[in-house]
């Protein structure tokens, strides 16, 4: 299974916009690409979901070039409740295939 | 619409005593999925359901792992015996099933097991 790579740790202030970019250069055709967030004692959430160009919907918006070796997660105006660690995945579409977690990105928003 | 619940929430006990973890997924849901992750390390996949059936349990990590899922509703883990680094957090997922597993996993508050 293709496996991705996304920084460990990032710091921001309240009320900025947030980028978190995932690398994911051996990604396959019926590869899609899911953001979950997880809280402290919490079970991951499932975030954003896209396969090509951009995808938004009420909590994030997620941004993948055509050639989809890489993904950005935006997360508009950050509060201190977004403070988490993000997950980017790859998730198969042809069928079972198991799905794995990364180590994934702690956002630590600042007040 | 009541979410995947987990039982216990957390668990601690010596080493060699036996655990049993309990998830109950959203109701109707095909998939379940345990997931594993230890101090320090990422979330590990343990193995995965459908219905009661054992899709994938490439996971599990010895054979002292059990899971059962009678019925295709709730599902059960034991860990018999219990080893120091068996500790961890248990996470139980599942999903509804549409042939693929791109679908959205919804996870449960996870069992914290302490083994001393």
């Known amino acids: 299974l293709a496996k991705t790579t996304q920084p460990i740790s990032m710091d921001s202030y309240e009320g900025q916009e947030v980028n978190i970019t995932c690398s994911h250069n051996n990604i396959a055709t019926n590869d899609y690409i899911t953001w979950y967030q997880q809280f402290p004692s919490q079970g991951p959430r499932f975030i954003i979901q896209g396969y090509k160009t951009k995808v938004t919907n009420e909590v994030a918006s997620l941004f993948i070039p055509a050639d989809r070796k890489s993904s950005t997660l935006s997360l508009p105006r950050v509060s201190l409740s977004d403070t988490a660690v993000y997950y980017c995945?790859?998730?198969?579409?042809?069928?079972?295939?198991?799905?794995?977690f990364g180590t994934g990105t702690k956002l630590q928003v600042i007040p | 619409e009541a979410g995947v619940t987990q039982f216990p929430s957390h668990s601690v006990i010596e080493k060699g005593q036996t655990v049993t973890l309990r998830c109950d997924p959203i109701s109707g849901h095909d998939n379940l999925y345990w997931y594993r992750r230890v101090m320090g390390k990422e979330i590990k996949f343990l193995l995965h359901f459908v219905k009661e059936s054992k899709q994938d349990e490439s996971g599990m990590p010895n054979n002292r792992f059990l899971a059962e899922r009678t019925g295709g509703t709730y599902s059960t883990l034991k860990v018999q015996p219990a080893e120091l680094e068996d500790s961890g957090v248990y996470f139980c997922a599942s999903s509804p099933n549409r042939g693929s597993t791109n679908e959205k996993l919804f996870f449960g508050s996870g069992t914290q097991l302490s083994v001393l």
């Open positions: 995945l790859l998730t198969y579409s042809g069928g079972y295939q198991k799905v794995t």
